[in-house]
């Protein structure tokens, strides 16, 4: 087909100048001209927008390739178009274009006012009560603002909300992966593939989302914590890689090559998912920082908290991928996922208890906010917050009891029990900053 003949060869042609401009760059730096070579400058800002092509390009190339195909030899294209109204696809699509729409305004501005704002100084302008470092052009001036807010607060709310549908959603792919090893047998492990084949690399998107609005929004605090937690942050983009790869070939192969990859699609979900649970483990507990710097060591992530944090994240991701597997699938599947769905919620259940009363010696701010010791309890200040873990222990227990009700009803509460607003629950989140100066 034409479309796709062009399309892989033009994302080719655009990988290829990427790689040029970079060995041109790196020879110009080592003659000591990458400053002064004007014509470089000018070919870096033409070759602009050849990423943004190059993965157009790799889109259609994947996408029309494969048809009339979604998922190859197993569901067709036909099959997989969701019996959805149109205002509904309207809606969503209405909602991903706000959200988008709102970080690009948000990120302009920013560097508008940052422009606007001049370089920083280290000395004080004469006759100013300014300390060293303001930017020059911004003396006497409030910060940053949109909307009548904080740029850092709009931003804020931009990476929680990414994270928070980072986890509802990619949570159940994960999920679902981790499951591979308890399905009956091939039959059923190609139906749960199935199931999240249209969806499983759109929700990853999120991911991308929140990690990089910490970099745009917040440099000095990805700068402090990306050292801290460099290791299982490349474990869990290595593991997402080979778990990717997998899902694709998984289909392609047959017989003992299956089964491979099939331990291989399971194996970078468990992966991936330990991988985010040390990360988040050493976040709560926090990072060795000294005038803005990480100064802590290497494996400073590596606890029995974080390891503790990471089982639950296991257990959590599991009771989403079988609500998900309760949602989409029918049969014999759909039984064993109810009887997951039981097991699991009394494990997550358990193992948020287990995190919380663990995060109450991590800091004793955590105390201080909760209300909440060891052997006493301050009944004023725990029942201001006491309503979220209750209701994220009521959603465990309506799950734990094979709680009849409508699918795509468990579906959601098996989402807050593990996302964001359930951690939201444990003491943990109520940490007032990762970090510990010294």
């Known amino acids: 087909m034409w479309i796709t003949f062009w399309a892989f060869r033009v994302m080719v042609a655009m990988g290829m100048l990427m790689v040029l401009l970079g060995v041109w760059g790196v020879l110009a730096w080592a003659l000591k001209r990458l400053d002064r070579s004007s014509l470089y400058h000018w070919a870096l800002v033409a070759a602009g927008p050849s990423g943004f092509i190059a993965v157009l390009a790799g889109w259609v190339t994947a996408e029309v390739g494969r048809q009339p195909y979604v998922v190859y030899g197993v569901l067709r294209t036909a099959d997989a178009v969701s019996p959805v109204s149109t205002a509904s696809v309207a809606t969503s699509l209405l909602f991903f274009m706000i959200v988008y729409a709102i970080v690009f305004s948000a990120g302009a501005l920013y560097i508008l006012r940052l422009m606007a704002k001049g370089p920083e100084s280290d000395e004080p302008e004469p006759h100013s009560n300014q300390p060293p470092g303001t930017p020059l052009g911004a003396r006497d001036r409030g910060g940053v603002s949109m909307f009548g807010l904080e740029l850092s607060v709009i931003w804020a709310v931009l990476i929680a909300v990414a994270v928070f549908l980072y986890v509802a959603l990619d949570g159940f792919d994960l999920g679902v992966g981790i499951l591979f090893p308890f399905a009956k047998d091939a039959r059923e492990r190609d139906q749960m593939q199935a199931s999240i084949a249209p969806v499983w690399d759109g929700n990853e998107t999120w991911l991308v989302l929140g990690g990089g609005g910490l970099f745009a929004a917040f440099p000095k605090a990805y700068a402090a914590l990306m050292p801290a937690l460099y290791a299982p942050i490349i474990l869990m983009l290595l593991a997402l890689i080979f778990r990717g790869v997998a899902f694709e070939f998984r289909h392609h ?186």
């Open 253 to 438: 192969a047959r017989g003992q090559g299956k089964r491979w990859w099939t331990i291989a699609f399971a194996g970078g979900s468990i992966v991936a998912t330990i991988a985010q649970g040390l990360v988040l483990g050493g976040f709560i507990q926090g990072v060795n920082i000294e005038n803005g710097v990480f100064v802590g060591g290497s494996l400073d992530w590596l606890t029995p908290f974080s390891l503790l944090v990471a089982a639950a994240l296991v257990a959590g991701y599991a009771l989403l991928g079988a609500a998900w597997l309760v949602f989409k699938a029918q049969g014999a599947l759909y039984e064993r996922a109810r009887a997951w769905v039981t097991q699991l919620a009394l494990l997550t259940a358990l193992a948020m208890g287990a995190v919380s009363l663990a995060t109450l010696g991590v800091d004793p701010r955590v105390t201080e906010r909760w209300g909440l010791t060891m052997t006493s309890v301050d009944w004023p200040v725990f029942m201001r917050v006491a309503p979220l873990p209750l209701l994220a222990g009521l959603v465990c227990f309506l799950l734990w009891r094979r709680w009849s009700g409508q699918p795509h009803l468990a579906l959601i509460c098996s989402a807050w029990a593990c996302s964001p607003s359930a951690i939201s629950a444990s003491p943990s989140a109520c940490i007032p900053t990762s970090s510990r100066s010294r």
